[in-house]
């Protein structure tokens, strides 16, 4: 379920109350306490909240579905969002580094840190993440990362599984890894059924060592647009104004990074020092906006330098 906080700031003000909307694919629910507002309200004077969390398949489809992607959160056991999976049999080992990493990555933005994958045999020795949002089967998703060997011929494999680890796709032919310098590396997935709930799996395979470092995933080809269905419960409710980048998660928020093509936007922290590509930047805001003439409210981040704010 998604959840749109519909908001009525000036009565909010006075009689502290929210109004909440809940959307998701079968029904919307807008409950109200009429005594606390009167029986003169109208839909218009309501707007709606919208984070620029949103992402993969939740309000908004075609953005980024990869958390942490440089692995800065794995010295945090609270925010860590990866995964590791090495093969005993064959003496896998995982390790995070906090400096160092690709310097020319896919996306051209890059932040210190990388894992390093190794093992003496095939196998599979893996770092893995839930991904953000659903997984459609026979859809086409681009993985992109940056690696360079170590030691020996190592290759690497990518898939969607389930929550027990467990394929749901036939695994794409593996990748070799060259050494010498960081090397960016795409794969196509094609999932072969649903899931509301997924991992990517990112595996050395055989023997010797790589590094890994910035790994994005999207929907190939697909831009960040609003959910049909989610616009059309937008419309219904009629409401007038559309806030964004949210509220708390708007703290930290960096709106620079939320600007350009989303392959080569930077990362910016939720409320809690997560961190995240924002794929509901400011344009695709302010687009849908325009739009669907909507008033946009932008919150402020009044907690870093004015240079994040404005």
């Not at 629910?29 to 919208?50: A, C, H, M, P, W």
């Not at 994958?117 to 991904?131: A, D, E, R």
Request: proline share 4%; aromatic share 10%.
């Amino acid at each position: 379920m998604v959840e749109l906080r519909i908001i009525f700031a000036a009565i909010t003000c006075i009689f502290s109350y929210s109004v909440i909307a809940g959307i998701n694919d079968d029904v919307v629910e807008l409950k109200l306490d009429l005594k606390k507002v009167g029986d003169s309200y109208r839909s218009t004077q309501f707007g709606i909240n919208t984070r620029w969390l949103d992402s993969g398949d939740g309000m908004v489809v075609g953005g980024e579905m990869i958390r942490d992607r440089s692995f800065r959160n794995q010295k945090n056991k609270t925010l860590k969002v990866w995964f590791e999976s090495p093969e005993r049999s064959t003496g896998g080992k995982l390790k995070y580094h906090e400096k160092g990493g690709a310097t020319d990555a896919w996306g051209g933005r890059t932040y210190p840190g990388y894992y390093r994958l190794s093992q003496k045999g095939s196998g599979f020795t893996c770092i893995s993440q839930q991904v953000i949002g659903r997984v459609r089967k026979g859809a086409e998703y681009q993985l992109n990362l940056s690696a360079v060997a170590e030691n020996g011929e190592p290759a690497l494999g990518v898939f969607f599984a389930n929550m027990k680890f467990l394929p749901i796709e036939e695994i794409e032919a593996f990748k070799q890894v060259a050494s010498g310098r960081w090397s960016n590396y795409s794969f196509t997935l094609k999932p072969r059924e649903d899931a509301n709930s997924a991992l990517i799996r990112i595996c050395l395979v055989n023997s010797g060592s790589l590094k890994v470092d910035e790994v994005r995933l999207s929907l190939a080809g697909q831009q960040p647009t609003v959910l049909p269905s989610i616009d059309q419960r937008i419309q219904e409710l009629g409401a007038s104004s559309l806030r964004w980048p949210s509220g708390s998660d708007a703290d930290h928020f960096d709106w620079r990074n939320s600007v350009g093509p989303v392959r080569s936007r930077g990362e910016s922290p939720n409320a809690f020092g997560a961190y995240q590509t924002p794929s509901w930047g400011l344009h695709e805001f302010l687009d849908y906006c325009e739009r669907r003439k909507l008033e946009p409210l932008i919150t402020v981040n009044v907690v870093d330098t004015p240079h994040e704010g404005v």
